[in-house]
C-alpha cells in the first residue's frame, strides 16, 4: 500500500518512551505507527489521524492495539482529537506530509500523471473542489499564481493559456487531458527527466490547492506550541520545496520555543532511494519544545 520513508532516521530521533503519548498526524497506511508502537511500552498511547477514509479504514481493520486510537479528520484538528481523547498535549508528534503510494496509484481520483482517472485529487472526499474544477473555472491569473507559488513553475504563462484555450473548447475531465496540454506547453527536447519533473509539478499544485494544504500545514503550525509537552518532539517530513520552506521558517521564528534536534534535514540514503525512489525528496526535520 505504501513504503514508509526514513524509518529509522525517523524512530532514532523521536527517542520514544515507553509511556510516551504520541500523535501521528497522518497516519496513512500505518508504516510509520506500526513501528512507534513496537516502541512503546503497554501504557504508551498512540493517536492516529487521517483526512484519506481508505486510509483509516485500512488502518481500523488491519492494525489492532489498544494503545492505538484513529481519528478521520486533518491534522490542523489535532487539538479537538486530543482533547477527545482527554489530554492537553503528548510527547511526542509525526507528521509525514504529502501522499501514499495507495493514493497515487490506485485511489481512483487522478493524483498521479500516470493513471487514467478522473481529475479530481481530493483527499478528503466531502470537499468541493476538484482538479477538474480548478482547469475548468479558475481566472489566469489564479492558475499563474497557484503553479508558480506551489510547485516554483515560474514559466507557467504558455501552459496557463494553453489550459484556457482548451477548456473553451472541451472542458478537462480526465488526467489525460492535463497530460496532453503540459506536452504541448514546454520544450522538453526529449528529455524525459525534464518532461516528469514538470508534469510532477503540475499535478503537484493542483493537489496542493484542491486540498488546501498548505493552509492546513500552517495552522498545525501554529497550534503546535500547545499540542506538545515540554521537552516533547515533533518530526516533520516535507517532499517538496515549497512544504519544506513553511517548516524551516515556522521554526527560525520560533527559536525561543523550539530547538533543532539536529543541524539542517535529514535525507534518505542511497540505498532507500534505490529501494523506493519515491523516497528522493523527502527532508526530515525533528525539534525539540523547550
Ligand atoms: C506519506 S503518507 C503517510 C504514510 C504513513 N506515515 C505511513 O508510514 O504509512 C501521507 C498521508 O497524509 C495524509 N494527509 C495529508 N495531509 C493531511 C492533513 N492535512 N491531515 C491529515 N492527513 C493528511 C494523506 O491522506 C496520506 O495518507
Redesign the pocket.
Known amino acids: 500500500?505504501?513504503r514508509?520513508?526514513l524509518k529509522s532516521e525517523l524512530l532514532e530521533n523521536l527517542c520514544l518512551n515507553d509511556s510516551d503519548i504520541v500523535l501521528?498526524?497522518?497516519?496513512?497506511?500505518?508504516?510509520?505507527?506500526r513501528e512507534i508502537l513496537k516502541k512503546l511500552g503497554p501504557q504508551g498511547t498512540l493517536i492516529g489521524?487521517?483526512?484519506?477514509r481508505t486510509?483509516i479504514s485500512y488502518c481500523l481493520e488491519e492494525i489492532s492495539d489498544p494503545r492505538l486510537t484513529i481519528y478521520d479528520?486533518?491534522?490542523?484538528q489535532a487539538s479537538h482529537f486530543l482533547e477527545l481523547m482527554g489530554h492537553k498535549a503528548v510527547t511526542k508528534i509525526?507528521v509525514?506530509?504529502?501522499?501514499?503510494s495507495f493514493?497515487l496509484d490506485h485511489s481512483g481520483r487522478g493524483f498521479s500523471f500516470q493513471v487514467e482517472e478522473p481529475l479530481d485529487m481530493r483527499?478528503t472526499k466531502t470537499n468541493e473542489l476538484t482538479a477538474a474544477i480548478i482547469l475548468n473555472t479558475y481566472q489566469k491569473n489564479d492558475l499563474e499564481d497557484m503553479f508558480s507559488s506551489y510547485s516554483d513553475l515560474h514559466n507557467c504563462n504558455r501552459l496557463v493559456s494553453n489550459i484556457i484555450e482548451r477548456r473553451a473548447k472541451n472542458p478537462f475531465k480526465r488526467v489525460p487531458d492535463l497530460v496532453e496540454v503540459v506536452k504541448s506547453s514546454f520544450f522538453f527536447r526529449n528529455k524525459r527527466k525534464q518532461y516528469i519533473q514538470t508534469v510532477t509539478r503540475v499535478f503537484q499544485a493542483l493537489r496542493i490547492e484542491v486540498?488546501s494544504?498548505l493552509e492546513?500545514?500552517k495552522l498545525?503550525l501554529t497550534s503546535l506550541p500547545s499540542l506538545l509537552h515540554s521537552k516533547g518532539r515533533v518530526a516533520i517530513?516535507s517532499f517538496h520545496s515549497t512544504e519544506d520552506r513553511i517548516v524551516k521558517r515556522y521554526f527560525k521564528e520560533h527559536k525561543d520555543i523550539f530547538t533543532p534536534v539536529f543541524k539542517g534535514v535529514i535525507s534518505p540514503t542511497q540505498y532507500e532511494i534505490r529501494q523506493n525512489s519515491r523516497s528522493k525528496s523527502a527532508k526530515l526535520r525533528v525539534h525539540e519544545k523547550r
Open positions: 500500500m505504501h514508509s520513508v501521528d498526524g497522518t497516519i496513512g497506511y500505518g508504516g510509520h505507527s489521524c487521517d483526512r484519506d486510509a479528520g486533518n491534522f490542523s509525526v509525514d506530509l504529502g501522499m501514499s493514493q483527499m486540498n494544504e492546513h500545514l498545525f517530513i
